[in-house]
């Protein structure tokens, strides 16, 4: 018996009939089933372009960049819903929604997750999570867990007061110590970024940790700093992490080992009195010193790595903008050469509060790096199901996550040149302004009123219950941290004519503000005038 003849057309004809057919089908069924909602007042669902795991996958590919493309592409919608394997993730892209999140922030609650990531993070162990775990949302009068306590005093110790005014000066006088010492050679190119990183690692650890953490006395922590920091979106996955981050993990181990040898030894009673509270409360919560010297590591990180990313892009955009940089000269020497003399030494004051309430260009070019480099995520666990502003139906144990990248991208709150870099949107000006086109600050310059724009569109401290209780003491930090530097350094780029501002790397799980794609290369050298060798000296008050 002959087999039927198959020409090559015919097979294609078969292999579409009994192969493609029903693969489409299946697709096509699995779409509409996975478009659907949940409930009729269920934000607009995008399904993914592959079925069921799509956005998983385009998380997990391009990282914060692929939620953010599908806000902006979807600029229309204020919230919409993204089907994920077995629940929900609701991304919202509207500052009045955000602030909806946020008042309902018992239903819609951070605390579930906190001890999920710090558990995977930090390495913690089971003894340990069980405490954490306990009392985390605790009601008025219930019982409070270690993460309330915490979280409290860190609130209140940071919070406007005087403590945030001794701290501030602390660490201005430290990183004012680390800048004296940086030695230069005008001739041999310098990463921007390591040289920031170095200098707000190693002052971070004094003022917060004292003379004798860590890092000061082992300086090969550092990198394991830089490596732990760089792992941690792996380090979050926790599959098998010595072998799938080795040197994520190999640096944690190593920082927390050395904090638990400087906690045992009680070095930390040379050290601020925010780490002594925080070990105190630890230990009043049962927790044993190992695990509280991984949990120090935690806010040794938050301490370091958006005051160094924020500080590496304010000066890339000052040094990169030479009339933008005279403006911001001009305003700090202003503050320095207020003739205020400390009577007993003679030393000339910087006063931190000046550098705040009247160097406006300063602050703008503060605020607008902030804006540009953070894409940040508030997320949120829905506890039961809710009505988002009387509108929206979430379900119960789906995730809600703020789109703060989707909101600093938004024209219709900071103008049609959202994606460029311009302080001046944070300016009142008055005939020539500030920057490029004017060359320096020409009429009257002020700062924005802060209800210029909506108050929960700038994202880069989070907002609600995990507004960055750092803020104002990270401000006070990087605002003397670049006016020491202005006054004290000339940087020219180590190729080409200008120093360029790279773009952002937005393709990695943002967990601080976005570092540059390459690297940026400069000659640093010292500025050898009067005005240098007062602010080497200067005593810093509030
Ligand atoms: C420009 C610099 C900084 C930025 C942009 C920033 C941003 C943030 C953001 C967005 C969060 C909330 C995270 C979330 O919602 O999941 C946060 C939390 C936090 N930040 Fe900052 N931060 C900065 C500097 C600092 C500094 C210098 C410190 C401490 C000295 C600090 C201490 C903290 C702490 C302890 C938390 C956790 C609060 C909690 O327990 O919920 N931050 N920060
Ligand atoms: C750092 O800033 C980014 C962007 O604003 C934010 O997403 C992140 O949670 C912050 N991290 C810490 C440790 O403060």
Not at 276 to 305: D, K
Not at 368 to 393: M, P
Not at 498 to 518: A, F, Q, S, W, Y
Request: net charge neutral; aromatic share 8%; with cysteine.
């Amino acid at each position: 018996m002959a087999l039927p003849n198959f020409s090559p057309e015919s097979w294609i004809v078969y292999a579409t009939a009994f192969i493609l057919i029903p693969i489409l089908t299946i697709i096509i069924v699995i779409q509409s089933y996975s478009q659907r909602k949940l409930n009729p007042r269920e934000p607009t669902v995008l399904a993914p372009a592959i079925p069921v795991i799509g956005h998983i996958i385009g998380m997990a590919i391009f990282g914060g960049r692929y939620i953010k493309n599908l806000g902006i592409r979807h600029r229309d919608l204020p919230i919409f819903t993204l089907p994920v394997p077995g629940s929900r993730i609701y991304i919202v892209a509207d500052p009045s929604l955000a602030v909806a999140v946020q008042r309902a922030s018992k239903v819609l609650s951070f605390t579930p997750i906190i001890p999920e990531v710090t558990e995977r993070v930090l390495g913690l162990d089971a003894a340990t999570m069980e405490i954490t775990r306990k009392n985390l949302d605790p009601g008025p009068g219930e019982e409070r867990g270690f993460l309330a306590d915490i979280q409290d005093m860190v609130y209140v110790q940071l919070g406007p007061g005087s403590y945030l005014e001794e701290l501030s000066l602390a660490a201005a006088h430290e990183i004012q110590d680390e800048i004296a010492s940086v030695t230069t050679q005008p001739t041999s190119p310098i990463d921007l970024l390591s040289w920031v990183r170095h200098l707000v690692t190693v002052s971070t650890a004094k003022y917060l940790y004292g003379p004798q953490n860590p890092i000061a006395v082992d300086p090969s922590l550092e990198t394991s700093f830089w490596d732990f920091d760089h792992g941690l979106g792996s380090l979050l996955m926790n599959i098998y992490p010595s072998i799938t981050a080795p040197k994520a993990y190999l640096g944690r181990e190593k920082l927390s080992a050395a904090l638990l040898v400087y906690l045992e030894a009680g070095l930390h009673k040379k050290g601020s009195s925010i780490v002594q509270r925080r070990v105190e409360i630890a230990q009043q919560h049962g927790w044993a010193l190992p695990a509280i010297a991984r949990e120090e590591l935690s806010f040794l990180f938050a301490g370091i790595v958006n005051a160094t990313t924020s500080t590496f892009w304010i000066l890339v955009h000052l040094y990169a903008d030479p009339s933008l940089l005279a403006s911001v000269r001009e305003e700090v020497q202003a503050v320095l050469e207020t003739p205020k003399l400390d009577s007993t030494s003679g030393r000339a004051r910087l006063y931190l509060t000046d550098l705040r309430d009247t160097c406006p260009v300063l602050v703008a070019v503060y605020r607008e790096c902030l804006r540009l480099g953070s894409d940040t995520y508030s997320t949120r666990l829905v506890k039961q199901d809710h009505i988002l502003a009387n509108q929206y139906f979430l379900a119960k144990n789906s995730v809600v996550q703020i789109a703060g990248g989707v909101i600093h991208a938004d024209s219709r709150i900071w103008g049609e040149d959202v994606d460029s870099f311009n302080p001046k949107r944070f300016l009142v000006t008055k005939e020539g302004g500030v920057g490029k086109e004017n060359g320096g600050v020409g009429g009257v310059v002020k700062q924005k009123q802060n209800n210029a724009f909506h108050p929960a569109a700038f994202r880069a401290f989070g907002g609600g219950k995990t507004l960055c209780p750092g803020r104002h003491f990270a401000m006070n930090e990087i605002l003397a941290f670049v006016a020491l530097v202005v006054l004290q350094f000339d940087m020219k780029p180590a190729h080409g004519d200008k120093i360029e501002v790279p773009r952002k790397n937005d393709g990695v799980l943002p967990v601080h503000i976005l570092e540059p794609v390459c690297p940026v290369e400069v000659l640093i050298s010292r500025r050898e005038d009067s005005v240098a060798r007062k602010a080497r000296k200067a005593k810093f008050s509030m």
